[in-house]
């Protein structure tokens, strides 16, 4: 199993839908918890940050973490076609070095 | 201000010689980590510097892989006699502190003919 579970998609989504793209973990140990997309042939930009459980928004992002399930989400709202890009989420623990899943291809089609 | 800076963009070279991949980290970041990200794959950690820490370098996937950084700032990644599994695109990011997320150039994609 690996430490981090991305579905690598692609999700296809029409122009105006909520997106919602997900993690699963199993190290416990993980408390710091990042999403970053990457458009082709560009490096990973941040969008989102949180330190342990809750929720964060910012503009039509929000970001969800349930260490009790193991579970972060990333919610973005009124999708536009410039989001089609690959999400990939992150997290580290008291190593501070990131373990990142596979990432998430979001097509949205106008 | 200025972001993460990688050179060079694009490098290719022959199996077995040696490439140098340069980063500027942001001004001030004491934090920088190289990653190697091939294609449909995830990022794959390589080194991290911490100030003046001696490197985690629990990533590197041989000895033919190095690292430096120069007083705490720019960092050179080198690879010794090049093969064909080493093409990838290589990234480096940077942090303000080690509890702070990372932010990343656009990478030096390495093609090994």
């Known amino acids: 199993q690996k430490e981090v579970e991305q579905d690598p998609g692609p999700l296809s989504v029409p122009e105006g839908a909520i997106v919602s793209l997900n993690c699963t973990y199993s190290?416990?140990?993980?408390?710091?918890f990042m999403w970053y997309r990457q458009y082709s042939r560009k490096g990973p930009e941040l969008l989102m940050y949180?330190?342990?459980?809750g929720n964060k928004e910012d503009g039509r992002f929000t970001a969800q973490v349930d260490k009790s399930s193991k579970y972060i989400s990333l919610f973005i709202r009124d999708s536009q076609p410039s989001d089609s890009a690959t999400y990939l989420c992150?997290?580290?623990?008291?190593?501070?070095?990131?373990?990142f899943g596979r990432g998430t291809s979001l097509i949205v089609h106008p | 201000g200025a972001g993460v800076s990688q050179s060079p963009s694009n490098k290719v070279t022959e199996k077995g010689k040696d490439v140098e991949l340069r980063c500027d980290p942001i001004?001030?970041?004491?934090?920088l980590y190289w990653y190697r990200q091939s294609l449909g794959q995830g990022l794959e950690f390589l080194i991290y510097?911490?100030?003046?820490?001696?490197?985690?370098k629990s990533g590197l996937p041989s000895d033919r892989f190095s690292a430096e950084r120069t007083g705490g700032s720019v960092s050179t990644l080198t690879i010794q006699r090049t093969q064909q599994e080493d093409s990838a695109v290589y990234l480096c990011?940077?942090?303000?502190?080690?509890?702070?997320?990372?932010?990343f150039g656009d990478g030096t994609r390495l093609s090994i003919l």
């Open positions: 990011a940077s942090s303000p502190d080690r509890d702070q997320p990372q932010h």
């Open positions: 190290n416990s140990a993980f408390q710091y």
């Open positions: 949180t330190y342990s459980s």
């Open positions: 992150a997290m580290m623990g008291g190593s501070y070095i990131p373990t």
């Open positions: 001004s001030g970041h004491t934090a």
């Open positions: 510097f911490q100030g003046n820490s001696a490197p985690d």
